[in-house]
């Protein structure tokens, strides 16, 4: 089994440096390496981005760690490595179900804040989304990330029926994201999260939450969220996460976790294994080999 680094901008021989650790820890786990060029890659050159990965023998079980890529940008990825014998541990569609919330939504609805979106980015759409809530406060993201570090300007609205509130907020975040903007926008219900402490940079409100790991449908590790404050003996309630679980249409996966005020466990949003970061707090060692054991299941 395999694990696709990519490679650090200034030499493509040498692993992206905010790899390193989890590279050497890999290794030492038994997994293969192969380093491939990212910015080669975005720019759709994938012959010479995959110039460094050595075709094995028979066919191998590959796991990309790298930076987040769009739908478009992983399956050249995924059909790239395909025929150098390596199959990526999820397929394009598996990893675009998880990469936008709109594709998972129906599967964690249950369990998340209330949500719509939409690719037209005029006032009526937007307003006619908004209005749905209310006057409940919204956050807005795209179909995979937030502006939370611009949590006033870009993020939070505090009445969903404020229209002057959402287009400035709505206008802040689209400019914010510029050429990032992953295919529109996404609105959603607000909910009151526990505490956990203030942003040392941005001075964001932290809240408690977990990043849980699933590969084959079994949980690889559960991590705390964020670096910074006390957790406590705070540890998320994982059964009915479990079972959600089995339905998604992925075979490595994230699912990250919070614990609202009143004592309840959502769902905040899904996202594909493979492009999700480790804490800095994160037992690596722990991660590769429950990794390791969980994903060779499809391969046995």
């Known amino acids: 089994m395999r694990i696709i680094y990519c490679d650090s901008v200034f030499?493509?021989?040498v692993i992206e440096p905010d790899y390193e650790e989890e590279k050497k820890i890999a290794v030492n786990c038994g997994f293969d390496?192969?380093?491939?060029s990212f910015e080669e890659l975005t720019d759709g050159n994938i012959a010479t981005a995959l110039r460094f990965v050595k075709e094995p023998?028979?066919?191998?079980?590959?796991i990309y760690r790298g930076w987040m890529l769009t739908p478009n940008q992983y399956r050249n990825l995924y059909d790239g490595l395909q025929k150098k014998n390596i199959?990526?541990?999820n397929s394009p569609a598996e990893y675009k179900h998880c990469?936008?919330?709109p594709d998972s939504y129906e599967k964690i609805e249950s369990k998340t804040p209330k949500s719509n979106w939409t690719t037209k980015l005029d006032k009526d759409s937007i307003l006619k989304l908004t209005k749905e809530f209310g006057d409940s406060p919204i956050i807005v993201k795209d179909f995979v990330k937030s502006e939370k570090h611009n949590w006033e300007e870009a993020c939070f609205i505090p009445n969903a029926s404020d229209s002057s509130k959402v287009k400035t907020t709505v206008e802040k975040f689209i400019e914010l994201r510029g050429d990032s903007l992953n295919e529109g926008l996404v609105f959603r219900q607000f909910e009151e999260l526990e505490?956990?402490?203030d942003h040392s940079k941005s001075r964001m409100p932290l809240t408690k939450e977990f990043r849980i790991f699933f590969a084959n449908k079994k949980i690889v590790k559960v991590f705390d969220y964020w670096d910074e404050g006390e957790y406590g003996e705070t540890k998320p309630e994982l059964d009915d996460f479990?079972?959600?679980a089995q339905n998604i249409n992925s075979k490595f996966f994230t699912m990250d976790v919070a614990k609202k005020k009143d004592g309840d466990w959502i769902i905040?949003?899904?996202g594909d294994g493979q492009v999700a970061g480790l804490p800095d707090n994160a037992d690596k060692n722990e991660f590769y080999n429950n990794l390791k054991e969980n994903a060779l299941q499809q391969f046995i």
């Not at 390496?33 to 491939?36: A, D, E, F, G, K």
């Not at 023998?57 to 590959?62: A, H, I």
């Open 11 to 13: 030499d493509n021989k």
């Open 33 to 36: 390496l192969s380093l491939i």
């Open 87 to 89: 199959k990526l541990i």
């Open 195 to 197: 505490f956990l402490t």
């Open 242 to 244: 479990e079972e959600i």
């Open 99 to 101: 990469h936008y919330l």
């Open 57 to 62: 023998e028979d066919k191998e079980l590959g």
């Open 268 to 270: 905040m949003e899904l």
